[in-house]
């Protein structure tokens, strides 16, 4: 029997000693089940949940990376292919890089959702900047704000298709 001249590639194994949720706003919160920074940057894997009637992320695009939803409970509205849909568990939607996209929860029970990032870029990084900015209570500056979208690969597109 022959072997590859090459080391076996080694398995990443987590395992969440805690709830782990990161508060984004009163309404959301995430938890990084594997972000960009532990899968060397090939996908990042997060799950969100949003409470009932949470507003969740508004209509925006990235340019780098896409995203897929998995829906794992309750009935989250995305807009994909230009128009809102409301989804449920098993159900998945790709958006890819340019695909404008969003997502909310109209409806009266808790939603939540993994969320792929391909490739894995530390998104981690974008969502602690916000949960920081939530729980300081600060209000950035619309300069400040438009920074940390910059960095971050994330073209929020306000007013649209917002209802």
Known sequence: MSYPSQP???????????D???PISPSSTLRFVAPGSITDGRFGLFECRLTPKASGAVPHYHTTFSESFFVLSGRPS??????WATYGPGDYVHVPERGVHGFRNEGD???SFLILFAPGI??????EELAEIAASGRRPTPEQFADLLARHD?????????K
């Open 154 to 162: 994330q073209v929020n597109l306000p007013g649209y298709l917002s």
């Open 109 to 111: 029970e808790p939603a």
């Open 20 to 22: 782990g949720l990161v």
């Open 8 to 18: 076996e590639p080694r398995s990443i194994v987590r395992v969440d000693d805690g």
């Open 122 to 127: 530390a998104r981690e990084r974008y969502f």
């Open 78 to 83: 995305m807009l994909a292919n230009g128009e």
